[in-house]
């Protein structure tokens, strides 16, 4: 068996992400190749075996030469993995070192300690213990560092204010690993093996026990971490071998990994295959990504009343009780307008987390607000305060306590990321993270208790009344405080933010609420980094077990918002929903860091979405180097699965004859069904429902006639909406190739934008005035109203203007028979609320459903973003000024009073929450808001 250990796995990898206050080491004559992604060092010795300090981690990255489809696996010994092989984590777990059997001393000569592995106990000093004592990893016995055995060796590690543990490693030499009493990292020393042999074995028969080996020579006790699912290497086009990145990170115990296998269908993939060539764009990334991830914030999905500190993990939780009545784990299941299911209501929030407030908490017969600011002068402190709103009643003050439950501690997602806690009275709680040192969390008053939990801080029971709580970290410089200077920070910190909104003169509030609606839905994990679900928490299955859900279209439509209010949430969603393309060549309807829906996508606009980036911010176009090989990718895809021809007689645009057409055809929205079957596939819906979701229009009446073609796994029609969609994005992906220098790629894709923006010329219905679906076998207009028999029309029929593709004749000819009539869409002055989701003619209008009606941000703005290609037009832009108007009305409707960003709203009313199924706090309804700002020119 050949094994790869790892230093030299490193050495082929070379990785190059490195933060900037973290350096890289090296001993000997190996070069240290793995960087630590979050914390610590990572120590590699002569003899090519890396080890690493509990709870530290290394990052390999590089590219990975095999040929054909692979299931690949890991073996080792010890430490948390995650392996991705481009873009696709495919490996995510932990490597436990299983026990073997004793064996016999090598060579029968008891002196001889190779193969054997000690382990001090590290455990905490109790009555009888020695706190240097040491046991065997996996076997019974524990030998005691006696004064007599190893005075010499603990004399030499007290001296350096340290207290040790000894790795024996099968090598000839045994290393001592240190850490000091206040915390932190000692430097390593070198022990001879005779020396330490001699006191490990006397002071092992001196306590009448043998040396319990932890594994024989010639054995490699290991487990095996196996791929989700076999992937072709590589996958991307035009790649000669595929992207590889694998993390390693040893687990709090003191088993760390000292080598790894990696497997390809079983067999050993030799160093050889593993290059240590990483991507100019991919450094970037991680660079940025790191650069990024710092700093207190709401990073937790599952909890509005968490704040965790990045990139270390440590988090301060609130639970607030009022007699019998509790609420923890605030907005887990996502928002409502249900207030028994979500009892809150949202506040003002700077997206790096600077200032947070939930406005209004209820509990019981308590109102409380909550408010934090980050203070100090690297803002590695925060407090917390929680005033009250509405007393508590006598009834219930005098029976049971009205607390917070405070705790802290490292969730549950942010594995493998560790801090050792523990309660330290009333004084607060305390925390020990590598790489930061400790973190306080301190009572501002004297009513506070302890628990084995946490602390208990009691909440005033009158009108005003103000608790806090102080929270220090590493280097922070608040060390003391009290509860008047704590809100005099919350006070300062939200006047700072207001004053960014006072900027945009009458439309302040209007940037508030969209800046509001991306900073509270910003969160963090492991896999994705920093990016927004389209709302936080999430009563989803399909969201588990990471509780968020990533929907392409959605996620897209957020980094536009983002935009003007943060650039790494705009880059990073943009990356991070990209990424998720799975190995099948397109990017996923939503993905969960684990499984998606996986049998088909939603409409495409990414490649929008990342020219709206690049054309406002042009440092941001080194995404284009990282990102166009999959959106490349997912462009053919469209066309090699989706796209269908008319019959030739049904216009002059297409070549067709009603069967799939690769090259000339239009989409039709499908699902491919055998993807069902993958083992990354979260859904299974019927094939109707999910060709209609793949438009993203889940109950739109217009695919109310469809029927589902099982041959082609399409549905009856193609798409006005989506083949427009379709043509920008070839023709956004083009503008974005030919600036970053790729001219074959630009050539193939305006060739392709071109001859869909010349098919969708057989979408134009003379007599409606409008483009309209058709069945794509016989060329038939589709689909006519149930009631009425009149065509459906809904925003998507309007969508051709996105890519272009109307002249201007039509472009009028549609904005004065339906965008501007009040009979229809009503988008003109004297309407107070616009453009709902199907025209107000249709029999469906009055359904106030979702996609039957309502008025959605995503399609107002893409219909802003059609009219302003046409703005030199008296009559688009005076809609887009129209539309501009009505949008921000909506949007202000539920922002102002209630702090609400809907999924979408009641077009006439502009009510969000007048319907049970409208979510609120859901990122893309501030688009409505955005096009109001762009219009003001505000932002740009």
């Given at each position: ?6 230093a030299l ?22 070069a240290?190749?793995g960087?630590?992604t ?5 120590q ?6 890396a ?5 530290t981690?290394?990052?390999f990255?590089g590219?990975?030469?095999l ?10 010994d010890?430490?948390f ?16 070192a ?15 300690l ?8 590290d455990l905490?000093?109790?009555a009888g213990d ?8 996996g076997?019974?016995?524990t030998?005691?560092c006696s004064a007599?055995v ?9 001296s350096k204010?340290?207290?040790g543990?000894v ?21 390593t020393e ?9 006191f490990v074995?006397?002071d092992?028969?001196a306590s009448?026990?043998a ?10 006790p290991?487990?095996e971490l196996?791929?989700k699912?076999?992937i072709?290497i590589p ?24 080598r ?8 050993e993939?030799?160093a ?6 990483v ?5 970037q990334?991680q660079?940025e ?11 937790l999905?599952?909890?509005?009343l ?8 440590i988090?301060v939780?609130?639970?607030l009780?009022?007699?019998?009545a509790?609420v923890q784990?605030?907005g887990?299941?996502g ?10 209501e ?10 947070t ?7 019981g ?7 934090t ?12 305060v ?8 006598p ?6 306590p009205?607390?917070?439950?405070v705790t802290l501690?490292?969730?549950?997602p942010?594995?493998p ?12 709680l305390r925390?020990?993270?590598?790489g ?9 008053s004297?009513h506070?208790?302890?628990?084995a939990?946490?602390l208990e ?10 608790a806090?709580?102080?929270?220090t ?7 003391s ?9 919350v006070v300062?910190?939200r006047?700072r ?18 800046s509001?609606a ?5 969160i ?6 920093i990016?927004t679900?389209?709302f ?19 996620t ?10 943060d650039?790494?949430v705009a880059?990073?969603?943009i ?6 393309l ?9 993905w969960?860091?684990?499984?998606g829906?996986v ?6 606009v990414?490649?929008v979405?990342?020219e709206f980036l690049v ?8 995404l284009?180097?990282l ?5 490349l990718?997912w462009?053919?895809w469209?066309a090699?699965t ?16 009603g069967q799939?057409?690769v090259t ?6 499908g699902?491919?069904?055998?993807n069902?079957e ?6 299974n819906q019927?094939p109707?429902?999910?060709s209609?979701?793949?438009?993203g229009?889940?109950n739109s009446?217009?695919?109310?006639d469809?029927?589902f073609?099982?041959?082609e796994d ?8 989506m083949?427009?969609?379709y ?8 503008w974005?190739?030919?600036e ?9 894709l ?8 010349e098919?969708?010329?057989d979408l ?14 016989s060329?038939q ?5 149930g ?8 925003p998507?029929?309007f969508?051709?203007m ?6 201007a004749?039509?472009?009028n ?5 339906f965008?501007?009539n009040?009979?229809e ?5 004297g309407?107070p ?25 995503p ?6 973003l059609?009219?302003s290609?046409?703005?030199?037009l008296?009559?688009a832009?005076?809609a887009?000024q129209d539309?501009?108007r ?8 539920e922002?102002?009073?209630h702090?609400r960003v809907?999924e ?10 007048d319907?049970?199924?409208a979510?609120?706090f859901?990122?893309?309804g501030?688009l409505t ?12």
């Open positions: 068996m050949v094994v790869l250990p790892l796995m490193g050495a082929a990898l070379m990785g190059a992400c490195v933060r900037a206050d973290i350096a890289a080491q090296s001993y000997g004559n190996t240290l190749a960087v630590p979050w914390n610590g060092t990572v590699t010795f002569s003899d090519g075996v080890h690493l300090e509990p709870n981690s290394m990052t990255e590219q990975l030469s040929v054909g489809w692979s299931l690949l696996s890991l073996e080792g010890g430490g993995a995650r392996l991705w092989v481009d873009d696709h984590l495919l490996i995510d777990g932990t490597l436990d299983p026990a073997s059997p004793p064996c016999e001393h090598p060579g029968g000569d008891p002196t001889r190779d193969g054997y592995r000690m382990f001090n106990a905490p000093t109790t020695d706190p240097h004592s040491m046991r065997h990893d076997g019974d016995c030998a005691h007599t190893c005075a010499a060796l603990c004399r030499s590690l007290a204010g340290c207290v543990f790795t024996m490693q099968n090598r000839p030499f045994n290393v001592c690993y240190m850490r000091k009493l206040a915390g932190g990292n000692c430097s070198l022990v001879p093996s005779e020396t330490f042999a001699s074995l006397a092992a028969n009448g026990c040396v319990a080996p932890n594994f024989c020579p010639g054995a490699s290991h487990s196996v791929a699912y076999a072709p996958f991307l086009p035009g790649a000669a071998a595929a992207k590889f990145r694998l993390e390693i990170t040893s687990s709090g115990s003191l088993h760390s990994p000292t790894l296998r990696l497997l390809s269908n079983g067999t993939v030799p050889s295959v593993l290059s240590p060539t991507a100019p764009a991919e450094l990334y660079t990504r790191a650069a990024a991830e710092v700093g207190w914030n709401t990073w999905s599952g909890d509005m968490t704040h965790a500190l990045l990139p270390h993990g988090a939780s609130l639970a009780h009022v007699g019998p509790s784990g605030l887990g299941q928002p409502s307008c249900d207030t028994l299911k979500f009892p809150a949202h506040g003002l929030h700077a997206v790096r987390g600077e200032y407030e939930i406005a209004r908490v209820t509990v017969s308590g109102v409380f607000r909550v408010e600011a980050t203070v100090g002068e690297r803002d590695l402190d925060m407090v917390v929680i005033t009250t709103l509405a007393s508590i009643a009834s219930v003050a005098p029976l049971a009205s607390f917070a439950a501690g490292v969730p549950a942010f594995a990321r560790v801090c050792d806690t523990r309660v330290n009275g009333t004084a607060g925390g020990d993270c590598p930061i040192g400790l973190v306080h969390v301190r009572p501002l004297d506070a208790s302890a628990t939990a946490g801080l009691t909440l005033p029971s009158t009108v005003g009344g103000q806090a709580l102080l929270v970290a590493g280097g922070g410089t608040s060390s405080m009290v509860v008047a200077e704590a809100v005099a920070a300062a910190a006047a933010l207001v004053s960014r909104y006072s900027k945009f003169g009458t439309h302040n509030e209007t940037f508030a609420g969209m509001t991306i900073a509270w839905n910003v963090y994990t492991p896999y994705e980094g990016f679900p389209v936080r928490g999430s009563p989803w299955s399909v969201s588990k077990p990471h509780n968020y859900v990533l929907f392409e279209w959605d897209y439509m957020a980094s536009i918002i983002a935009v003007s209010i650039p790494w880059r990073s969603n990356i991070r929903m990209t990424k998720s799975i190995f099948k060549g397109f990017v996923a309807g939503f969960n860091g684990l499984c829906e049998d088909k996508s939603k409409p495409p990414g490649s979405a990342l054309q406002r911010d042009a440092s941001a176009l080194w284009v180097d990102l166009l090989p999959q959106m990718l462009n053919r469209w090699q989706r796209q269908f021809g008319l019959p030739a007689t049904s216009g002059s645009g297409s070549a067709g004859r799939k057409n000339f055809g239009l989409l039709a929205p699902s491919t069904r055998q069902i993958l083992a990354i596939a979260c859904t019927p109707l429902v999910a209609r979701c793949e438009t229009l889940d009446p217009l695919y109310d469809a029927t073609d099982d041959s399409v549905i009856d029609s193609v798409d006005v909406g083949s427009a969609l043509a920008r994005d070839a023709q956004s992906l083009a974005l190739a030919r970053a220098g790729y001219a074959e790629e630009a050539i193939e305006v060739a392709r934008g071109d001859r869909i923006t098919a969708i010329a134009w219905n003379p007599a409606e005035g409008v483009y309209l679906n058709r069945l794509w076998q060329g207009w589709a689909p006519r109203d009631k009425t028999r009149a065509a459906v029309v809904g998507p029929n969508y051709p996105i890519a272009r593709a109307p002249n004749t039509q472009v000819r549609m904005i004065a028979r965008l501007s009040v009979s869409f009503g988008v003109t002055a309407v609320h616009g453009l709902p989701s199907i025209s107000r003619s249709s029999s469906a209008f009055n359904d106030n459903s979702y996609w039957r009606g309502r008025t959605w941000g399609m107002n703005f893409l219909i802003y059609g009219l290609e046409y703005d030199v008296p009559a832009k005076q887009m539309l501009a009505q949008s921000e009305a909506t949007f202000l409707s922002w102002n009073g702090h809907m979408n709203y009641n077009s006439v009313t502009g009510e969000g929450c319907v049970g199924n979510i609120p859901y990122h893309w501030a808001a955005l096009i109001a700002l762009m219009d003001a020119g505000l932002v740009p």
